[in-house]
């Protein structure tokens, strides 16, 4: 097989790539004797691109270089996981009664599940931040096909905040390069990158998948030079193909920040320029996004000081008035004639005095969803060695 090959060739060359980028952990707390934090893979791309296929075909070459990883499968709907998933969503939400319990179709199904999960993903960082023997080096994550479920939903975004805030995180955008020699597909994949990249803020990396099949090399010219780019729209004039051309001038930068690689998750081509595309993205994942993440803590941080100061301004100032209007009152008891103008100025100019009731809102248990992640659901990663790739 030609994975075996690669696998051969790989470890030196592997740790040939880890030597040359150091990964974050080995950069920081590994050197004063800290254990090296696991770097999470978010394997997002298009339906049908080939993630669950490139899942397994990692998780083979992992496990023959005795660095098993850690897979958590997030897709509820997919019928057959080829790969041996630690924790597996459809252990703890049955996709098919979500949607009959929620009356809702398959996506609103795959979506409510996904949020369903979420709220117990504290759960599953638990476990990854397990201190284990030998210690973990990579966590995959596989996401569902319905491309926005993931990357536009509130699941998404909790379950990416969770990861980057604990650990070196990158995502892994999978591309059907067949799909691909179409010009526009092209664009329409590259524009979905964008997205992507803007809305997770994290190191991406370009996986042209299926290179078996059609080599990745045009998409790299593509994105190196735009005139090769509008060469291939050659003499289209629709409009689609005209706003393409314009994109392409704007993709320009966004193109040359990006690591991309071709593999072929049939064959295991690639294998060993994937896990050095990763090891870079962790490294640039301190440098850059963690400075930003801290900035950005520390901006809601400002924010909600901020916001509370004024409440707590507005509610001395209420407290105020309350207490002059009072004393006002207490005053005109004291000689009757002055209550009734006290009162009447006091109502006059700030209305009824306020009421220091405080109402709870939301504390209604009703709607909360009871799904705990069973044992069944966590399979250490002790049993991955029964799955040993072939
Ligand atoms: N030739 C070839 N076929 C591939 C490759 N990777 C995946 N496939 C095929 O592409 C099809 C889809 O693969 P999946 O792994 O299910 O794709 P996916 O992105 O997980 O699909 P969804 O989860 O449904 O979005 C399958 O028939 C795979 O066998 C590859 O590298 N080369
Ligand atoms: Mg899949």
Not at 248 to 269: I, P
């Amino acid at each position: 097989m030609a994975d075996s090959k690669a696998e051969q060739a790989g470890p030196s060359n592997q740790q040939k790539g880890q030597q040359d980028v150091p990964t974050p952990g080995q950069q920081g707390d590994g050197a004063a004797g800290g254990e090296a934090k696991p770097t999470v893979i978010l394997v997002i791309g298009m339906a049908g691109s080939g993630k669950t296929t490139l899942i397994q075909r990692l998780h083979s070459h992992l496990h023959t270089q005795r660095r098993p990883p850690y897979i958590i499968n997030m897709d509820p709907a997919v019928t057959h996981v080829p790969y041996n998933a630690n924790i597996d969503i459809r252990d703890t939400v049955i996709y098919k009664q979500v949607m009959k319990q929620y009356n809702l179709g398959p996506n609103g199904g795959i979506l409510t599940s996904c949020n369903l999960f979420a709220t117990r993903f504290d759960q599953v960082m638990h476990l990854l931040e397990k201190k284990r023997d030998p210690p973990l080096q990579h966590v995959i994550l596989d996401t569902p096909g319905q491309i926005e479920i993931f990357t536009w939903s509130a699941s998404g975004q909790i379950v990416t905040e969770l990861l980057a805030s604990s650990f070196p995180t990158v995502v892994a955008y999978v591309v059907d390069t067949p799909r691909c020699v179409n010009p526009q597909t092209f664009m329409s994949n590259m524009l979905q990158a964008c997205s992507i990249l803007y809305k997770a803020k994290l190191p991406l990396l370009l996986v042209f998948n299926k290179c078996d099949v059609t080599r990745h090399e045009f998409a790299l010219e593509w994105m190196a030079d735009f005139e090769a780019y509008h060469a291939a729209l050659d003499r289209d004039t629709t409009y689609a193909a005209t706003l393409s051309r314009s994109l392409s001038l704007v993709l320009d930068e966004f193109y040359q920040n990006l690591q991309s690689v071709g593999v072929s998750a049939v064959t295991g081509e690639g294998m060993d320029d994937f896990f050095q595309a990763v090891a870079k993205g962790a490294s640039e994942y301190e440098q850059f996004y963690v400075p930003e993440m801290e900035a950005r803590r520390k901006e809601k941080v400002d924010l909600e000081a901020r916001r509370r100061k004024r409440e707590m301004d507005k509610l001395s100032k209420d407290m105020q008035a309350t207490s002059i209007s009072q004393g006002g009152a207490s005053r005109a008891a004291a000689s009757p004639g002055a209550a009734a103008s006290a009162a009447s100025t006091s109502r006059g100019s700030q209305g009824p005095a306020p009421q220091t009731q405080v109402m709870v809102q939301g504390e209604d248990d009703e709607g909360e969803c009871d799904y705990e992640l069973s044992d069944e659901s966590v399979e250490e990663s002790e049993n991955d060695e029964d799955h040993e790739a072939k």
